[in-house]
């Protein structure tokens, strides 16, 4: 089992940047894919960014393409989601996710999840 603890969420203004942080612990954290997803009110839960357990395969959604930046330190056992020029669109909780073997795009692949930190832009 891994334990993950998301951070950084908060308020901002539309065109703001936020940087979430994700801890893990209790599983070697190199050997782990690691994703963030996000889920709105009243929507489902929908994958935003993914990374491979050494870092050099990255995936993002659309909508975040160009705009959000995933990246890992493992000695540190953290993910991160660097977020530039939000919009209220990106209103949600997102959650940190993690799983063994290869980045995937769907949360049902995902065994290890965190509580989740709200990301709210406003207009």
């Known amino acids: 089992q891994v334990q993950l603890v998301e951070s950084g969420g908060g308020l901002v203004q539309t065109g703001g940047s936020l940087r979430l942080s994700c801890a893990a612990s209790g599983r070697t954290f190199s050997s782990l894919a690691m994703a963030w997803f996000r889920q709105a009110p009243g929507k489902e839960r929908e994958f935003v960014s993914a990374?491979?357990?050494?870092?050099?395969?990255?995936a993002y959604t659309d909508s975040v393409q160009g705009r959000f930046t995933i990246s890992r330190d493992n000695a540190k056992n953290t993910v991160y989601l660097q977020m530039v020029s939000l919009k209220p669109e990106d209103t949600a909780v997102y959650y940190c996710a993690a799983k063994i073997g290869s980045v995937e795009y769907a949360s049902s692949k995902y065994d290890n999840w965190g509580q989740g930190t709200q990301v709210t832009v406003a207009s």
């Open positions: 990374i491979s357990w050494g870092g050099s395969n990255t």
